[in-house]
């Protein structure tokens, strides 16, 4: 294996995209080009074609010691959205911090389906995003079909805040209310009723948090992975509350685990609730939609 980038040594961007290649393989990194070309990116602030067109340019120590401060903290696992600050979702971009769940291409199916239904309304209608994490749905979904009013619930402050950040980098502010609130246990929640409910809740059984991958397991939060129960609280409590909250033509999407489609589908047909199930691209029940008897 070659050794760590010496900092008294001249390191092309090539030489280093090289090593990098190989470290990232040998210590068993996904995608471990595109991992070395971001990470390289990131330092330089370039794209990475940039990079090959300048495969040629040296870094300053300064800029490698940067680099080597990002390449140990993704050996140790931590995920690459995290150190570079910022993940890709629907064709935007959004900040991330240990305080929000990355935002996972899964959940793009729920932002489509979404928004393919608020298009078969005229006039603007509200919209509730219930645990908003990074703010990442209604935000992609004011991006592809401006005019709702968001409302967004978040029991963490902290989460609260990036996703606020995110609103305003996308100028989305003006059309979002954020509420700090624990879903499962605040008795009041919100006072109106809403044409779509989104939701992603944290649905992993607590029973399987340990077998997670350790980039999920050790680093993104908690609250915004489990239940600590069998990942259907969120549900359960939606089903329960659904009808203060939904409209009569309303409906709710929900992203649920592999395999968890039918406990959650019998959730709410046991409450009076009409269902269906959206697959993903490898034909996996991924979203679930509910809405009220007609």
């Not at 961007?13 to 470290?23: A, H, I, N, P, S």
């Not at 008795?187 to 779509?196: A, D, E, I, M, W």
């Not at 968890?260 to 993903?280: N, P």
């Amino acid at each position: 294996m070659r050794k760590a980038p010496e900092l008294e040594r001249i390191w092309t961007v090539m030489d280093l995209l090289r090593w990098g290649t190989d470290y990232f393989t040998a210590k068993d990194i996904d995608s471990p080009r595109l991992t070395m070309e971001l990470m390289v990116g990131a330092v330089l602030q370039c794209t990475r074609l940039q990079l090959y067109t300048n495969f040629e340019q040296p870094l300053s120590k300064d800029e490698l010691t940067a680099l080597r401060h990002m390449i140990e903290r993704r050996v140790k696992r931590e995920p690459l959205q995290y150190i570079l600050g910022h993940a890709d979702f629907y064709g935007l971009s959004f900040d991330v911090t240990p305080d929000v769940l990355i935002p996972r291409p899964e959940t793009e199916i729920l932002v489509e389906r979404a928004v393919r239904f608020l298009k078969t309304f005229d006039a603007p209608v509200h919209a509730l995003d219930i645990g908003t994490g990074t703010g990442c749905i209604p935000i992609a979904c004011l991006k592809y079909h401006p005019g709702t009013q968001w409302t967004v619930l978040e029991k963490s402050a902290a989460a609260l805040d990036i996703a606020r950040r995110n609103a305003e980098r996308h100028g989305a502010l003006s059309n979002i209310e954020f509420v700090h609130k624990d879903f499962l246990n605040d008795s009041s929640l919100v006072t109106r009723h809403f044409t779509l409910i989104c939701m992603n809740p944290p649905y992993i059984p607590s029973s399987e948090v340990p077998t997670l991958q350790a980039e999920v397991r050790d680093f993104e939060p908690h609250m915004a992975l489990t239940d600590d129960g069998d990942g259907t609280a969120f549900f359960v409590r939606l089903a329960e509350i659904g009808r203060e909250l939904l409209e009569p033509t309303g409906r709710c999407f929900m992203e649920v685990a592999q395999g968890q489609s039918e406990v959650v589908q019998k959730i709410f047909t046991a409450r009076g609730y009409e269902t269906s199930v959206i697959l993903d691209l490898a034909s996996i029940p991924r979203i679930v939609t509910a809405n009220l008897f007609s």
